[in-house]
């Protein structure tokens, strides 16, 4: 199958800093990827799509200017979470469609706000 | 309220038994991924189905979608402790997003 990672796989911030995740898929181009947020023992919740060479469409709920979202290339996506506070922790996933609906998954980014 | 029903939340089993987990809808979906994810790690695919009444087998997993395309289930034969997992649903219903279930806690003992 294909292959997306991610990076870093944990971090640890104060509050108030920012904090970079990128997602790159491997071994193929990704003109959509997804990001998702995953609180414990709870299933994935979509944050926003993010489309190469243009703006991120974001879900219902998700601040833009909060989770900042930009797909450079066909193999990167990186995830921004400006200022962030403890209630921000949480752990990141992004995915990358492959072909029809199927979506390949990173192997997310724990993220701890201190 | 989630767009899929998963059942049941928590499962716990002695190796060697077989099991099922459900998903259910009352939206008809173009196709339903099957994922298993375990702690600290990103969700894996398992199956992808398409065609309503299709039915897959991956060793010792069967996965079917219901003829509506609105249901699927997830049957394991003979578990072992390696299949303890989450084992996720998601449906697409429209091109670039899936709708997750809640998630099922499979859990196999020695």
């Known amino acids: 199958g294909a292959v997306v990672s991610q990076h870093p796989s944990r971090v640890i911030c104060k509050s108030g800093t920012s904090v970079k995740i990128e997602c790159r898929s491997l071994?193929?181009?990704?003109?959509?990827m997804f990001w998702y947020r995953q609180f414990p023992k709870q299933s994935l919740m979509l944050m926003a799509t993010?489309?190469?060479?243009?703006?991120?469409?974001?879900e219902q709920g998700v601040e833009k200017d909060k989770f900042l979202i930009n797909h450079a290339s066909l193999t990167l996506s990186t995830l921004t979470v400006t200022s962030a506070h403890p209630e921000d922790s949480s752990f990141y996933i992004c995915?990358?469609?492959?072909?029809?609906?199927?979506?390949?998954f990173g192997p997310g980014t724990r993220l701890t706000v201190l | 309220t989630q767009l899929l029903e998963q059942s049941p939340q928590f499962l716990s089993i002695q190796e060697g038994e077989n099991l099922t987990v459900y998903c259910n809808s009352s939206?008809?979906?173009?196709?339903l991924q099957w994922y298993r994810q375990e702690p600290g790690e990103g969700p894996v695919l398992l199956v992808t189905?398409?065609?309503?009444?299709e039915v897959k087998k991956l060793k010792r997993l069967t996965f079917q979608f219901g003829d509506a395309r609105k249901d699927s289930s997830l049957h394991i034969t003979a578990a072992q402790p390696g299949d303890t997992g989450l084992y996720l649903c998601?449906?697409?219903?429209?091109?670039?997003?899936?709708?997750f279930g809640a998630g099922t806690t499979v859990t196999v003992r020695a």
């Open positions: 995915s990358a469609r492959v072909q029809g609906d199927t979506q390949y």
């Open positions: 071994d193929f181009q990704a003109t959509t």
């Open positions: 993010s489309n190469e060479g243009s703006k991120a469409t974001y």
């Open positions: 939206s008809v979906f173009s196709s």
């Open positions: 189905v398409v065609t309503g009444g």
């Open positions: 998601a449906g697409a219903r429209r091109v670039n997003k899936l709708s």
